[in-house]
């Protein structure tokens, strides 16, 4: 399974902004999808999650009630809607992936995407 994440820019706190996650390989339908995100010098974050059939997510406690995660199995994508963002949601976001549900760790993810940068202005 290979993962592209897209999507990151600068925006200004307040806005919006939606990463999405191109998925090749077998077996997307079956796959959690996830974002995490990281600093310099920090860990890597969980953000969210979402089940194989997309009808259960979880989320991290700083981005709950403002971030959104969906996926659509037709065409292999995930996505993270954020809103009501804030400067400390500036980070580089990366989508993964696992077949194991419930998983906050970062080692518990198999497949990585590369990343895309998002900056939030004050």
């Known amino acids: 399974v290979q993962l592209q994440a897209s999507g990151g820019g600068l925006v200004q706190a307040g806005g919006s902004l939606r990463l999405s996650c191109a998925a090749s390989?077998?077996?997307?339908?079956?796959?959690?999808m996830a974002w995490f995100r990281q600093t310099p010098g920090k860990e890597r974050e969980f953000v969210a999650a979402t089940t194989s059939g997309g009808g259960s997510t979880f989320y991290g406690d700083s981005v709950k009630g403002r971030f959104t995660i969906s996926r659509d199995s037709a065409k292999n994508m995930a996505y993270l809607q954020m809103n009501s963002l804030k400067p400390e949601d500036t980070a580089v976001y990366y989508c993964?992936?696992?077949?194991?549900?419930?998983?906050?760790?970062?080692?518990?993810?198999?497949?990585w995407g590369q990343g895309t940068l998002v900056t939030v202005s004050s």
């Open positions: 993964a992936a696992t077949t194991r549900w419930g998983q906050r760790a970062k080692d518990a993810y198999d497949y």
């Open positions: 390989g077998r077996s997307f339908s079956r796959l959690v």
